[in-house]
């Protein structure tokens, strides 16, 4: 089994920061890539940023230059920044992570619970 476990969402105001960890564990044999969904009350999940293992990272526009991802393969940890929060930023934010549990195993997505951003105006 698989676990994702994020921390450090909650209520800020606009202009503020966060700062998210999501901690991957469990049956772990490599992990390819981590990132960050997010889903707004009424609207679809979006992603908001990834990294892969090697380094590389993508965001979707929106939060360009104001959220920067970061991870620690060592300790299976995505981070995710959040500066210059604003309202439009409220949702729950979810961390994924595609993995191996084995050498021979397909790659899985795998899901957190999700921690709640509140940004207030």
Do not use: H
Not at 24 to 32: D, E, T
Request: hydrophobic share 35%.
């Amino acid at each position: 089994q698989v676990q994702l476990v994020e921390s450090g969402g909650g209520l800020v105001q606009a202009g503020g920061s966060l700062r998210l960890s999501c901690v991957a564990s469990g049956r772990i044999f490599s992990i390819n890539a981590m990132g960050w969904y997010r889903q707004a009350p009424g609207k679809q999940r979006e992603l908001v940023a990834v990294i892969t293992s090697g380094g590389s990272t993508n965001y979707v526009d929106s939060v360009q230059g104001r959220f920067t991802v970061s991870s620690d393969n060592a300790k299976n940890t995505v981070y995710l920044q959040m500066n210059s929060l604003k309202p439009e930023d409220t949702a729950v934010y979810y961390c994924n992570a595609d993995l191996r549990s084995s050498s021979t195993s397909r790659i899985f997505r795998y899901w957190g619970q999700g921690t709640q951003v509140t940004v207030s105006s």
